[in-house]
């Protein structure tokens, strides 16, 4: 009596858990056919359904940590998930991309009086054709049938409305009228992060959100501008310094790579804009008041100090969520061993790139060229600290690197770590085009250091970098140039040194 009591208990016990289950399944499925219906009916009136519980006004069903992420998903497909749904057979001609035209096509071609970058950036050198960008070559493709709309406000940018910032699918929008960080992330191609503009985890780091939900990573002031890198600091204990984040930017467009985010420096009131209105209370337990009266965040053995509540930092565009575009992340090759006394194997191999040449992705293609430009940008700032770099998994390995990270860059002015250029001394090999820009970087009137002092002028934060890194550049360059030089002297085939990049262009 007692077993079939216990099977009896058994078999209801798995058919409640069965039914559980199954309702489960069903209340999903019921949540993904009711909320794009309930996303139409919002649009189509600017407000929130009765009943829904949103405030009118904010989207739907999106928190303030994934609302960029909605938008964006919204806005385009990611990989190509939304491109075949975008133009539906018997739609007519393909819509062209508003963000390529405006990229392209509306370019400012006026030279500002006096200005050595807009002169620099009007030579040929900077104008090399791409290829033909077709949906496949961008991260993501504009999604013509979800359509946006301004808030009424007389603005050309999108606002806040009284409770919360709202981007509806309701209506057309012109591309002008998007938000900068979205510009950013739709414009990013297999050939490019950017495209050229000519008009006039050893530090504390923030994520920013900011009115219009575009997000972006704050590096706060660690040390003076003036202040060297002591001569018996390894690499890797090194401090990342906010103004060498800022200047690589800079030196990365006017080295024409385009492959660093836009970074600015900003100054922050840590008290208003940070400590008052986190919602991290990790972050928010970590201030106090230092007995010079300012507001200081972390703990006191490395705090940063507001003067007295004012702190300077870099602030770069993140690029878009790893939900929506995927990025792989790949070991440099000439990765330094991160040990006080090993040596990495390159460091003891002098024929080390004929193995790297045999090895994946480095065996064909453009990789092992934009590894040694990303080589270059590293030797003129003096940052030792590339162990890995990234690229977008979309675009497989035809595609450019990812040059992130740069804040133990601009370290020294009085030392080159000619170490730092051991791809280009061991594999002998560079971009033509790269050669050809550097060779006219090393003279007037584009001399590298005059440019890059003119572009960080425009800074909020400018000064960024002293003089005397700013003259270490022109020599470190010239440097890059006899390394190049010493290589063709003892090549049988200068086109093996200076791969053909450019054709008939120049």
Known sequence: MRRRLQTLVQRKFKILLLFL????????????????????????????????????????????????????????????????????????????????????????????????????????????????????????????????????????????????????????????????????????????????????????????????????????MKQSRDQETPMDFFYFSDFERHNAEIAAFHLDRILDFRRIPPVSGRLVNITKEIRDITTDKKLAKTFFISPGDAPTTAPPSTALCGKPDQLEGSVAALLPDKTLAKRRSWRSPWRRSYHKSKKAEWELNPNYCAQVRQTPPYDRGRRLLDLIDMTVLDFLMGNMDRHHYETFEKFGNDTFLLHLDNGRGFGKHSHDEMSILAPLQQCCSIKKSTYLRLQLLATRPYLLSELLREALAADPLAPILTEPHLRALDRRLGKVLEAVGRCLARAARPGEVLVDDVGPWV
Request: proline share 8%; hydrophobic share 35%; glycine share 8%.
């Open 21 to 220: 289950l199954l309702s489960a399944l069903l209340l999903h499925l019921a949540m993904d056919l009711a909320l794009p219906t309930a996303r139409r009916l919002w649009s189509s009136g600017g407000k929130a359904p009765k009943g829904s519980g949103a405030v009118a006004g904010s989207p739907l069903l999106a928190g303030p940590k994934k609302l960029s992420l909605r938008i964006l998903q919204d806005f385009s497909s990611s990989n190509g998930s939304v491109e075949r749904s975008s133009h539906p057979q018997g739609a007519g001609p393909k819509i062209k991309d508003p963000g390529v035209q405006q990229q392209r096509g509306d370019v400012n071609r006026a030279r500002t009086k006096g200005s050595k970058l807009a002169a620099l950036f009007e030579h040929p050198l900077y104008n090399i054709p791409l290829p033909e960008v077709t949906d496949k070559d961008k991260l993501f493709v504009v999604n013509p049938m979800e359509k946006f709309s301004l808030q009424s406000s007389g603005s050309d940018e999108w606002v806040s409305s009284s409770k919360a910032e709202a981007i509806l699918p309701t209506g057309k929008t012109a591309y002008d009228t998007y938000p900068a960080w979205l510009k950013f992330h739709v414009g990013i191609n297999r050939y490019e992060l950017y495209p050229l503009q000519k008009s006039g985890g050893t530090q504390l780091k923030l994520i920013m959100t900011f009115p219009n939900y575009g997000q972006a990573l704050f590096k706060p």
